[in-house]
């Protein structure tokens, strides 16, 4: 059998520690909201991914009366709680109850509290179950929205200070809401190296095959980029006599044609690598090539619901990020996707992207009586940026947050793409091959991983 590791989930209440899992998991495990005690039991879910439990615990809130109970009963083993604490401790001693079945706590603390003694006597009871502890702040990112970041700064100087008296010295800045892989394999490389070295070599292996994987994803969704990007400078073509092209609705016809390849094209690659993360999520061991296996087929939905509904009904999650991306126009129409019905998207207008390129389209007419019209390398890159957008938001953004993704963060995002895009300028990619596109888009991934702390 193998043998796994069981990592608690501990730390005050409403601090995020079932969205966390969630995030970690990439699933909709437990319950969450914003008020106390929302989860009630300890509960442990098994992630075939990492190949550990993660344990969900409810969050600690009355810690100075538990803290004088577990004295009062190390005193007198037989000594009995006093009525009026009963109800107090219901949760609290369920949390510690759970914290002794594990191997190693991630202590989730919310970036938004200061920290004062009560968040001190839960991490010092903390300490007596388990002395293997990784701190998590957390909503790292929802306070720099909120706050000025020197404000942030000396409240996580705040909490590093309460953690280092404890003896805690493995620190993760995050936030539940994104799934940043980089910061993940930060949070799990320190519980890796806290480990003894027997749960390490289990643990290390479980790690590896996550991390391989992770990218291998990565990669495939790049792939699909690639090609799509590849398909556009070589099949997106239209010709038009040049009688024709004289005549503006013929000329206008033959432009939108042409905004019809691409857009089919880009919809089409989104559709695809929504599917592939979904898939994903869904199968957390299953190899890269057994899952495009799993994949749907792809026409066959397409033709379905139209390409937008083909969209809405794999995108799931994802899908208020995908349409921030996509246009401007869409996001209206996908404000509460849940309730929006595929027939509905389906007669949205898809055309937001290509058709803002539709007016910039290259007209070369040196070919006879031909006019050849097809897309320039600078709208390529528009194209390019949008889908690296949304590969980065499809392997960050999800199950944390749950569906919302206000149209702010997605421009954000491809603001972000936009700007380290511009500043790869060592690879021309326009005329490159699709290895090569690969490795750029994956470049940009890097160095925006790289950016964000
Ligand atoms: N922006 C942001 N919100 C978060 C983050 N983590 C949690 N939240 C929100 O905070 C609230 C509480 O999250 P939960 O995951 O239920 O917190 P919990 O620690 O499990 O709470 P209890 O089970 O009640 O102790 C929810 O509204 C979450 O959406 C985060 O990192 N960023
Ligand atoms: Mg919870």
């Not at 208020?320 to 949205?348: E, H, K």
């Not at 031909?370 to 897309?375: N, Q, S």
Request: aromatic share 8%; proline share 2%; net charge negative.
């Amino acid at each position: 059998m193998t043998k796994k590791i069981n990592i608690a989930i501990a730390g005050h209440t409403n601090t995020g520690k079932t969205t966390l899992i969630r995030t970690l998991m990439k699933t909709s495990i437990g319950e969450v909201d914003d008020s106390p005690n929302v989860t009630k039991k300890g509960q442990a879910y098994y992630f075939d991914g990492l190949q550990a439990n993660f344990i969900d615990t409810p969050g600690f809130q009355y810690a100075s009366v538990l803290m004088m109970y577990l004295d009062a009963l190390n005193e007198n083993p037989n000594f009995k709680m006093p009525q009026n604490w009963q109800p107090k401790l219901v949760y609290d001693q369920d949390a510690v109850e759970a914290l002794e079945k594990s191997d190693v706590v991630l202590y989730v603390a919310s970036l938004s509290v200061v920290p004062d003694d009560s968040y001190k006597e839960e991490i010092n009871i903390i300490l007596r179950k388990c002395q293997k502890v990784v701190a998590v702040l957390n909503q790292y990112r929802k306070q720099l929205e909120a706050s000025e970041k020197s404000a942030v700064k000396k409240r996580i100087d705040q909490w590093e200070s309460v953690f280092k008296e404890q003896g805690i010295e493995r620190i993760v800045l995050f936030d539940a809401h994104w799934d940043s892989p980089v910061k993940l394999n930060q949070l799990y490389h320190n519980i890796l190296e806290i480990l003894d070295s027997e749960q390490k070599s289990y643990f290390v292996e479980g790690l590896k095959r996550f991390e391989e994987r992770q990218r291998e994803i990565r990669q495939e969704a790049c792939s699909m980029l690639a090609s799509f990007i590849e398909d556009c400078r070589e099949k997106a073509v239209v010709t038009i006599s040049k009688e024709d092209f004289k005549n503006r609705e013929k000329q206008d016809e033959a432009k939108e044609k042409l905004a019809r390849i691409i857009n089919g094209g880009l919809i089409e690659f989104v559709y695809y690598v929504c599917d592939l993360y979904k898939v994903a999520a869904e199968y957390p061991t299953t190899s890269k090539d057994q899952l495009l296996l799993k994949m749907q087929p792809k026409v066959h939905l397409l033709n379905r619901l139209g390409f937008a509904g083909g969209i809405a009904a794999v995108a799931g999650g994802f899908g208020a990020f995908i349409f921030g991306i996509l246009g401007a126009s869409l996001v209206i129409f996908t404000g509460g996707l849940g309730a929006v019905t595929a027939a509905g998207l389906a007669a949205a207008p898809i055309g937001a992207t290509a058709g803002a390129l539709i007016g910039s389209l290259a007209v070369f007419s040196d070919d006879g009586d031909i006019v050849t019209i097809k897309i320039e390398p600078e709208q390529m890159t528009i194209l390019l940026i949008k889908g690296v957008s949304i590969i980065w938001g499809l392997s960050n953004n999800g199950y944390g947050r749950g569906r919302e993704l206000s149209l702010n963060e997605s421009k954000y995002i491809e603001e972000r793409v936009c700007r380290i895009q511009a500043s790869c300028t060592d690879t021309n990619w326009h005329q490159a091959n699709k290895v090569t596109i690969i490795k750029y888009c994956e470049k940009i991934l890097d160095l925006i991983e790289k950016e964000i702390e």
